[in-house]
């Protein structure tokens, strides 16, 4: 009968060696993860760089006539940097895109907007434009600069809609297509000219920070965009 039960001392080893089991497996599986992501950016950072040199021929050729308006929504701590938005919309304009809205939420661009327009010698406020940003192609970057206060923050809720969609699935790098772009700015009453693509500028969205934008992604960015299939309505 002594020997019909394990002794009991011999449990608490086995729930040690168990726990040290799973323990050593959690650990596993963050290294790698953590592997996967490091592997993942530096590939985005090496592929960035390729575009930029014009190493990749296909990044080369941007179709840009769907790209009638580009919205750019820049977080406020990000939207400080001055001379980073300058050298942003220098490149946009380097690309072909001519028509721009910017958007903080807290309205610090607006105050920086007399310095961005000095700085940019081919941009031109909506506000000096007497048509609308849709009807052609102008010759100069038109280039609209607002805030929550000016009643546009549909745009920046589109923005938020789509982060906080990603942040659940765990997927905050990519782009945003044009369908789900669409899609919530409708979800938050958007009512004026819809923008063709929104980019969001920030410390964990899909741009990623002012600080650290390449080149490379922005061109990627848009050549993504401009290969989706565009439906419009009639």
């Known amino acids: 009968m002594a020997f019909r039960y394990p002794p009991r001392n011999l449990s608490h080893p086995i729930l040690t060696i168990v726990n040290l089991g799973l323990q050593l497996l959690w650990y596993f599986l963050q290294i790698v993860v953590s592997i996967w992501y490091f592997i993942s950016a ?29 919205a750019i929504v820049i977080e406020s701590e990000d939207a400080h940097q001055t001379s980073r938005v300058v050298k942003l919309l220098r490149w946009l304009d380097s690309i072909g895109v001519k028509n721009v809205c ?35 192609v102008p010759d100069h970057m038109t280039l609209e600069i607002v ?5 546009k923050e549909a745009v920046a809720k589109a923005a938020n809609l789509i982060f906080v ?20 700015l409708q979800i938050v009453g958007f009512k004026g000219p819809e923008p063709d693509l929104l980019l969001v500028y920030g410390p ?20 993504i965009f401009t290969k989706v299939n565009q439906n419009y309505g009639t």
């Open 165 to 184: 969609e990603k942040l659940k699935q765990h997927n905050l790098g990519g782009e945003l297509s044009e369908t789900r772009l669409n899609e919530a």
């Open 147 to 151: 805030s929550y206060v000016d009643g």
């Open 42 to 70: 530096m590939a985005n950072l090496f592929e960035s760089y390729f575009i930029s040199y014009g190493l990749l021929k296909k990044y080369k050729s941007l179709h840009l006539e769907n790209l009638r308006y580009l």
């Open 102 to 136: 910017l958007y903080d939420m807290n309205g610090v661009l607006k105050k920086s907007k007399e310095a961005i327009f000095q700085k940019l010698k081919n941009a031109k406020s909506i506000e000096e434009t007497n048509e609308a940003v849709t009807k052609r």
């Open 204 to 223: 964990i969205v899909h741009m990623g920070s002012l600080s650290s934008m390449r080149y490379g992604s922005l061109i990627k960015a848009i050549y």
